[in-house]
């Protein structure tokens, strides 16, 4: 369907073969696209609704600059989709949510625009949603970057219109990265100068020991295989499923590493003792970042510090190949404060029109969730962790994949 709506020509792409066919202006799009992730790519999203698009919708818009004798100039991309969202097992809403939103695998999705384009963007988003108001009762937007010009632009369109908007943050962080190891490693605790070192040594001495990224499609299965047993028998250990437990997740994880492989954009590294793959960190790059998303290590050689050798590898070598951030995404920062990592967060926005059903079930999610936190505030930590277990107990453990009210989507574990 294609319509002109605030002076902008919008289309909107329902099926994945014909939204191909948007690839080449995508790419360009994002080229000029100061934010642009891995996660906005074709690549990402493509393969991640063939993994868990089932039960959903795809509602992609394109905004066309009309002023174009053609209309050729793509100015924003909004890869949004349409899915049921139950609610207390009574009745169903609409919700409107990125595409690659709910798995709990995917962080900094986000709106591609042209510069200067962001105001018209969103009222011309706005404007398509209140024509459409039929098919959608309330919209989550996800783990969007902090710095979006299409949010901000979005939440001041929302905010003019009176429309119930709820914002929420997740932490993440990432590695701003020196030009230079010797820099980066001035960084680290004196103790991790020395370990990196030492336990490097330690292992070529033990083992014959190999580093290496993948570089040939042949290799992948091998790879990816040790990663998701190594990560799994770590979890499982810890008396959780683990994320690759999941079918839909290993194939995602098959398909999008063919993709970015040929492109040049995979970061997956292995380190091997004796030939066996002892630990695999999973990662890609886009432009001068590099998202780090999963890692596997073999728990029978914690010893050996396998893991963190791994990772001080890797670190040099992105920085030798002028890598400027290394990005741990969403999650506490916990142990990758120890890397140098800085804390920052994604925004979660979540709106509805005024007076409509959708509007009252935020507004109740919302509402709710402050009493829980004065509960939690007001509460002994013993009474509180024997009512959170009676109500686990009640609903039963949610899965990596289950989700809560907005903004509680439960990542898959890294």
């Not at 949004?80 to 949510?97: D, T």
């Not at 492109?263 to 780090?292: C, D, K, M, P």
Request: hydrophobic content about 40%.
């Amino acid at each position: 369907m294609s319509a002109e709506t605030l002076g902008l020509q919008v289309r909107a792409y329902r099926d994945l073969d014909d939204l191909q066919t948007l690839v080449p202006a995508w790419e360009e799009l994002l080229s000029v696209y100061p934010l642009a992730t891995t996660f906005c790519t074709w690549e990402w999203l493509s393969s991640w609704w063939r993994a868990f698009g089932a039960g959903r919708q795809l509602l992609v818009l394109a905004f066309y600059d009309p002023s174009q004798r053609d209309h050729s100039q793509l100015v924003a991309l909004a890869t949004l989709s349409l899915e049921r969202h139950r609610v207390a097992g009574l009745m169903s809403l609409k919700k409107i949510r990125l595409m690659g939103d709910g798995s709990g695998d995917s962080d900094s999705l986000d709106m591609p625009l042209r510069p200067g384009w962001g105001e018209r963007f969103a009222g011309a988003l706005l404007h398509y949603l209140e024509e459409q108001k039929s098919v959608w009762d309330f919209c989550e937007l996800n783990t969007l970057p902090a710095e979006s010009p299409a949010a901000d632009s979005l939440l001041r369109h929302l905010q003019k219109l009176g429309w119930t908007a709820l914002q929420h943050q997740r932490v993440a962080s990432a590695i701003p990265l020196p030009d230079n190891w010797e820099t980066y490693l001035q960084q680290l605790s004196s103790e991790d100068q020395k370990n990196l070192g030492r336990y490097t040594r330690r292992l070529e001495k033990r083992y014959q020991t190999r580093m290496y990224r993948c570089a040939q499609e042949s290799e992948l299965p091998a790879v990816l295989e040790a990663l998701f047993q190594l990560h799994q028998a770590r979890w499982q250990a810890a008396g959780e499923p683990g994320s690759f437990e999941s079918e839909e997740r290993r194939r995602f994880y098959y398909e999008l590493s063919r993709l970015l492989l040929a492109r040049g954009r995979l970061e997956l590294w292995v380190l091997e003792l004796n030939g066996t793959i002892a630990a695999v960190q999973y990662a890609f790059r886009h432009g001068s970042t590099v998202f780090q998303l999963q890692e596997g290590f073999d728990s029978e050689r914690s010893s050996d510090r396998v893991g963190f050798v791994l990772r001080g590898h890797v670190m040099k070598q992105l920085i030798e190949e002028g890598v400027q951030k290394y990005d741990f995404l969403a999650g506490e920062p916990g142990y990758k404060l120890r890397w140098s990592a800085q804390t920052g967060h994604y925004v979660n926005y979540h709106f509805a029109r005024r007076f409509s059903l959708g509007s009252a079930y935020l507004r109740g999610v919302h509402h709710a969730k402050q009493g829980k936190e004065w509960l939690r505030a007001q509460l002994p930590k013993g009474a509180w962790d024997l009512l959170h277990r009676v109500n686990v107990g009640i609903r039963g453990k949610p899965s990596v994949q289950s989700q809560g009210g907005p903004s509680e989507d439960v990542k898959a574990m890294r």
